[in-house]
């Protein structure tokens, strides 16, 4: 009689297979929880694009319901636009400020110029496109703003736009 007849344990078969269920299972959690990260920075990402989009609008509607005279939208190159449609705005306010906001293509930012020598300053980054349109008859100017993440694979991008109501001019 053998001395290991009442001891019970696993054969090497079953070990095999419980490693083998268990490296499934691991392998599947690993898979949801990698794809929930995923999701989850470009969930960010998309926030951080239409965070800046909106902080944008706002702060761009703001000081134009409060242009007072002097509107006036440029083209990329600079030169004064005959349609109303441009990618740079200048107004006067209230108090005789000349405001400009503008797109920068290098810097991928709207920019913002207070007075005749102010240097621009960045109002938000990361954006794609910047435009105005100007209606003379009813006093609005639509905004068209596009922004993109791009150190993110891939690139998260938005679109935001506003009608304002001009209400000085």
């Known amino acids: 009689m ?3 007849t009442g001891n019970r344990g696993y054969t090497l078969v079953e ?3 419980a490693l083998t269920i268990f ?3 691991v392998t599947a959690v690993l898979s949801v929880y990698l794809h ?3 999701s989850y ?5 998309k926030i ?4 800046n989009l909106r902080i944008a609008l706002n702060k761009i509607s ?3 319901r409060q242009a007072k005279s002097d509107l006036k939208i440029y083209k990329q190159d600079g030169s004064l636009s005959n349609d109303g449609t441009g990618t740079q705005i200048s ?9 400009m906001y503008c797109y920068d293509q290098t810097g991928k930012e709207v920019e913002l110029k207070i007075g005749a020598t102010g240097s621009p300053q960045p109002v938000v980054s990361n954006i794609e496109g910047l435009e105005f349109q100007y209606n003379s008859d009813k006093k609005t100017i639509v905004i068209y703003i596009k922004g993109k993440k791009q150190n993110h694979n891939p690139p998260v991008a938005c679109e935001m736009s506003t009608k304002v109501q001009v209400r000085a001019l």
């Open 2 to 4: 053998s001395q290991y």
């Open 15 to 17: 070990a095999m297979v």
């Open 23 to 25: 490296a499934i299972v």
């Open 36 to 38: 929930g990260h995923a």
């Open 41 to 45: 920075l470009e969930n960010n990402h």
């Open 48 to 51: 951080e694009v239409q965070e």
């Open 62 to 64: 703001r000081d134009l």
């Open 91 to 99: 107004f006067l306010t209230a108090s005789g400020e000349k405001v």
